[in-house]
């Protein structure tokens, strides 16, 4: 897998992961989401990057443009609910993009240290022969994106694999990176060295869902 860690490079980017790290101005949901969403647009332009291209032309009032753009085979897949903000950001970018949503919660039965990922609620298109970009703001164990990946199996097998996060661990990286195929990529705002024993990303930010959108009485 490769592996784009934005925070290598010194960015305007890195303004917006400090305000929703802080537990301060993260109580402020609506600039949280907003801040999440700008990190999609950075994260969406730099994978941009990375896409396949074909020449087209560009009729103007006064002439013709020669440029390249970028084929319109990308599928966007977010996973609910704290994938949402993220989506949109990167939506705001491959705006011609299909669109696919699927829910992925963990699921505590015995204790809070111990969980599966259950997956539920799925719309896609088909995928075969597509770009596929799989997005979720927070990539802790990396259970969620791989059993996510699982689930969309049987919509076809997409040409190139892009997922996409906010905040990472490393343990989650290392799943992930062990579980997709090396040709695919990842691209990271941050990654953290730990998870707490709840499994949550250690400094991390707490519930991206939560802090988007609301408390929830589930847990």
């Known amino acids: 897998m490769h592996i784009h860690n934005l925070s290598e490079t010194p960015s305007i980017l890195n303004s917006f992961i400090s305000e929703i790290r802080d537990k301060n101005i993260q109580n402020d949901s609506m600039r949280f989401r907003r801040n999440i ?79 599966e990922i259950v997956v539920e609620y799925l719309a896609c298109p088909s995928l075969e022969n597509k770009t596929l970009i799989l997005a979720d703001p927070m990539l802790a164990t990396g259970q969620s994106m791989v059993a996510t990946f699982e689930a969309l199996k049987p919509f076809g097998t997409p040409k190139e694999v892009h997922l996409v996060s906010v905040i990472g661990a490393q343990k989650g990286v290392d799943l992930v990176t062990e579980e997709f195929g090396s040709d695919s990529h990842l691209w990271i705002a941050a990654i953290d060295e730990t998870l707490n024993n709840k499994g949550y990303i250690i400094p991390g930010l707490g519930d991206a869902g939560d802090l988007a959108f609301g408390n929830k009485l589930q847990q």
């Not at 730099?46 to 084929?71: F, M, R």
């Not at 950001?89 to 699921?107: C, H, K, M, P, T």
């Open 37 to 115: 969403e700008r990190i999609g647009e950075i994260l969406g332009y730099e994978l941009s990057k990375s896409l396949n291209y074909e020449a087209h032309q560009v009729e103007t009032p006064l002439g013709t443009s020669d440029t390249v753009l970028h084929k319109k085979d990308i599928v966007l897949c977010s996973i609910l609910r704290a994938g949402v903000p993220l989506h949109n950001g990167l939506l705001n970018y491959f705006d011609s993009a299909e669109n696919a949503f699927i829910s992925a919660y963990r699921q505590h039965k015995h204790n809070p240290e111990s969980f």
